[in-house]
């Protein structure tokens, strides 16, 4: 069953029984009131024993009652709240297409009732001139129950939630006459927390209890980092949101250079374990970012191609075709997310973030600064000598020959190297590594670049194949891939510059 998504983008305030709501249509943006209604709404939310979704901020609730009874998730996001939505069924059983969004933070654990929500709503939609509907403002009657200590409460609240019609000052406007009349901005976060109360969790679950000069927990903060960023475009991933692969891909990428590049930081084998799990995660994810990258190259280069001889209905045979197996290799990182393979490797990652073994030497460790410090020399001094080598026998100019092209490919391997630890060791000491980090990525961009006009080289010339054997025409893949040899020339232009803006930052520290 489809699954719909919006963002909800709103403020809430708190209000006595007494409060009188205002004029609505006072507020700046309001011409109108459209309709009035008032809704019965009863909720279930649902979390494990320890509350780990409530400790992420994502609420799980079963609703009845209103306009959009169903299953709802939501989660946190920079410009408001993502709100997935499932269909309601007879049953209490959470389905497994919104089980799935959550699955990576409660890997095993059973979800069960925490807290109970009903609400009488009395929901007002204010419209602007025309009618148009721009928010929704709601008088909220609240009696809510922990269930986890079955105790009660009742309140009341305001809430105004905006539509996509909505000038972008509403919300601001809004909360000045809603103020006027007495209301307060809430400092709750949701339904949930106040009922709750003191069953709320006001601390996450500790990770480690490293002592925070240790060169160990440096590393270990940029493990957190990156492994807090892939449960978080875990289920971005599967609502295939665009780009989500791609950033799940590159948190999977840095977690395992950091276990490779600070390994002598961490004792035991685990580590190791975890980075070859991790680099399995990225095998799957990279099939289908290739595939997403390719599409949308063949798309821009039969649209841009300056010649004019490459017609629509080609292109886009050729577009559609990596579209299908963007959505075949889309399938299969899904699969890979639902195995029990991937909940063990992130079982693995807290364990190894949570209690990280320290590596046993009877002499002083050294500072943490200076142990940090030898691993970003390391790679750096790895990054010269891949550089050196291709550029052994290339002369900045002309077109690279296969085994050119791999040498390449290895250099951008090592800068990205560079910059994952460069950028943990910024994170971990007072080193100003900005610059460098910066350079870094626009010498990976411009690799980046290349690697991709390469793949799309190679893309273009199995294409080619296919179609021939179909006693197709191709001579749009021959057009294609000399453009693509060209562009390959032209991005590696940059690439001498792009070098040395490294090395002098690297100098500079």
Avoid at 61 to 80: A, L, N, S, V
Avoid at 333 to 345: E, T
Avoid at 373 to 394: I, P, T
């Amino acid at each position: 069953m489809e699954l719909k998504s919006q963002v909800e983008v709103e403020a809430k305030f708190s209000v006595t029984s007494d409060t009188v709501v205002p004029d609505l249509t006072t507020i700046m943006g309001v011409e109108q009131i459209v309709s009035t209604k008032v809704h019965h709404l009863s909720a279930v939310y649902y979390d494990t024993e320890d509350l780990r979704l409530t400790r992420s901020k994502i609420t799980l609730r079963r609703r009845t009652g209103g306009t959009d009874d169903g299953w709802h998730i939501k989660f946190p996001g920079k410009t408001g709240r993502l709100e997935i939505h499932h269909p309601i069924d007879r049953g209490t059983k959470i389905p497994e297409e919104i089980h799935s969004m959550v699955r990576s933070i409660v890997r095993d654990e059973p979800l069960s009732p925490i807290a109970q929500v009903d609400n009488e709503r009395h929901e007002t939609l204010l419209g602007d001139a025309a009618g148009t509907v721009v928010a929704e403002f709601c008088d909220d009657h609240v009696s809510a129950t922990s269930l986890k200590s079955n105790t009660a409460t009742s309140w009341r609240e305001w809430e105004v939630e905006v539509t996509p019609a909505a000038p972008s000052t509403l919300i601001a406007a809004a909360t000045e006459v809603l103020t006027r009349a007495g209301a307060a901005a809430s400092k709750s976060p949701s339904k949930l927390a106040m009922a709750l109360g003191p069953d709320l969790p006001t601390e996450p679950m500790v990770d480690n209890d490293l002592d925070p000069n240790s060169p160990t927990a440096g590393v270990i903060a940029a493990l957190k980092r990156n492994r807090d960023k892939l449960l978080a475009y875990d289920p971005r991933v599967r609502r295939d949101e665009w780009d989500s692969v791609h950033q799940m891909r590159v948190a999977t990428r840095e977690l395992r250079s950091h276990l490779q590049s600070f390994a002598s930081i961490l004792a035991g084998t685990h580590h190791k374990d975890v980075s070859e799990e991790l680099k399995h995660l990225a095998a799957t994810l990279g099939v289908a970012r290739d595939a997403e990258v390719i599409a949308e190259r063949f798309k821009d280069l039969c649209d841009q191609h300056p010649s004019g001889i490459i017609d629509a209905a080609s292109g886009k045979q050729l577009h559609d075709d990596m579209l299908a197996e963007y959505a075949a290799a889309h399938q299969k990182v899904v699969a890979a997310l639902n195995d029990d393979r991937y909940l063990r490797l992130l079982d693995e990652l807290d364990e190894l973030i949570a209690h990280p073994q320290e590596l046993a030497d009877p002499d002083p460790t050294p500072a943490s600064t200076h142990v940090l410090l030898e691993q970003l020399r390391k790679s750096y001094k790895r990054l010269m000598k891949l550089h050196n080598k291709a550029m052994s026998d290339w002369d900045g100019r002309s077109s690279l020959r296969p085994q050119q092209e791999q040498k390449f490919h290895n250099v951008r391997k090592a800068a990205k190297k560079l910059r994952y630890t460069t950028e943990a060791v910024g994170d971990a000491t007072d080193i100003p590594t900005g610059q460098l980090y910066r350079a870094c990525k626009q010498l990976q961009e411009v690799l980046g670049n290349f690697q991709d006009s390469i793949t799309s080289r190679k893309k273009l010339l199995a294409k080619s194949h296919e179609a021939f054997k179909r006693g197709e025409n191709t001579f749009i893949y021959g057009v294609l891939y000399e453009t693509e040899v060209e562009l390959s020339r032209r991005i590696m232009r940059d690439y001498p510059a792009a070098m040395a803006a490294v090395t002098q930052a690297y100098q500079r520290l």
